[in-house]
């Protein structure tokens, strides 16, 4: 079914996402006695907003909610959106129906693909999780509030996906099988599961290790670019990264937090594995997978950088970030230069990816245009 011709510019687009992380801007500011009237009705509408999220999904927590519109704020101006797109030809995309299939698993996950549909020129069909259900339209009404015909370019819907042109769809290794079943017929974005992991030397500063907590723990972990394994020089001596780690020790205070702590320490403890603990986290050897349950990390060792890159190399579909030092990335770079992922990230970056960082290395833009 053809869709009707896009009434907005790519200009007037990129104007309406710079103004939604412009209003972002200035709700975290907090200093809303510099905001004029309706500025400071959006900042209640996003207030609302959040509180409804938190109370929707109990994995949002306030702080983990304005981390991602913080990330998002940054990156939704107008020299950013259009220093990302001016590699690509935009100028004659005849638009598509695409349909979005949005993971749940942190704020925002899905926003990323509807931000690349939108300014294409393309019509996004959106079917967001049940755990994330809220706050991309908060972040569509407020890029349409500038520019109303942009409402035109997107909607949601609950029913089964039949009438699209192309699919972008994000899950588990289970429902992407179920996702290539259905949408395998056409053109199609289909990720599965991904982990990142850290390299460590045992050279790293303090402060290296302390922002490594952040890759470990923001949005408690549950992301794929989070960190969930960490790379280690054999006989690796654990104390420094246990010291970096203890500055998020408050976490177990958060009661989902600490029940999968308890729960997974228990059935460590119950099979006999080998642990290292701190009270809050678990590190545990694992030679035979990336994943790792929250509260946990598993580690495995490496005799020498050739070793890392064989591996790295080997089980690059697995892996979304590898997260290390720049000498250590410099030994990796040649290998994986003609890889679409992983990303190469240094240390706490790897929650603030730049708007060019496409998840599974796959550039979505690309992508779109090949539809038209």
């Known amino acids: 079914m053809p869709v009707k011709p896009i009434n907005t510019s790519l200009n007037d687009r990129v104007s309406a ?10 709700y975290l500011a907090s200093d809303h006695s510099a905001i004029d009237i309706d500025e400071d009705l959006w900042a209640i509408t996003i207030n609302q907003t959040l509180t409804l999220a938190e109370q929707k999904n109990s994995w949002f927590t306030r702080d983990n909610l304005l981390f991602a519109l913080e990330q998002w704020s940054q990156a939704l101006t107008v020299e950013h959106l259009n220093n990302w797109l001016e590699p690509y030809h935009l100028e004659h995309v005849e638009p598509k129906k695409v349909a979005v299939i949005a993971a749940g698993n942190i704020p925002l996950v899905g926003f990323h693909d509807v931000l690349c549909i939108i300014l294409t020129g393309h019509f996004a069909q959106i079917k967001t999780s049940s755990n994330d259900d809220v706050l991309l339209p908060l972040i569509l009404k407020l890029a349409s509030a500038d520019v109303p015909a942009l409402e035109e370019s997107f909607d949601f819907t609950e029913d089964r996906l039949t009438d699209f042109d192309a699919v972008i769809a994000t899950g588990s290794n289970n429902t992407a099988r179920y996702f290539e079943h259905y949408f395998g017929k056409k053109p199609n974005i289909i990720r ?9 030397t045992g050279d790293e500063t303090h ?11 923001l949005f408690f972990g549950l992301g794929c670019r989070s960190v969930s394994h960490i790379k280690v020089p054999e006989n690796y001596n654990f104390d420094a990264f246990f010291k970096a780690m203890y500055e998020k020790r408050e976490l177990i205070n958060y009661i989902k937090y600490s029940n999968n702590y308890d729960y997974n320490k228990a059935v460590y403890l119950m099979s006999e594995f080998k642990l290292l603990d701190n009270e809050f986290l678990i590190i545990k050897e694992e030679t035979e997978s990336y994943a790792s349950p929250i509260a946990s990390l598993g580690y495995s060792s490496y005799a020498t950088n050739d070793d890392l890159v064989a591996e790295i190399t ?10 290390a030092n720049q000498k250590v990335q410099q030994t990796l770079e040649p290998s994986l230069k003609a890889m679409a992922a992983p990303q190469l990230v240094d240390f706490g970056e790897t929650q603030k990816p730049g708007l060019a960082d496409y998840a599974d290395g796959v550039d979505t833009i690309h992508f779109l245009l090949t539809l038209s």
């Open 17 to 26: 996402f710079a103004k939604a992380g412009k209003i972002l801007s200035q």
């Open 192 to 200: 599965k599961n991904r982990n990142s992991i850290a390299i460590l």
């Open 207 to 217: 402060d290296e290790l302390v922002a490594l907590s952040d890759d470990v723990f």
């Open 314 to 323: 080997a089980h690059a579909e697995d892996l979304q970030c590898v997260v």
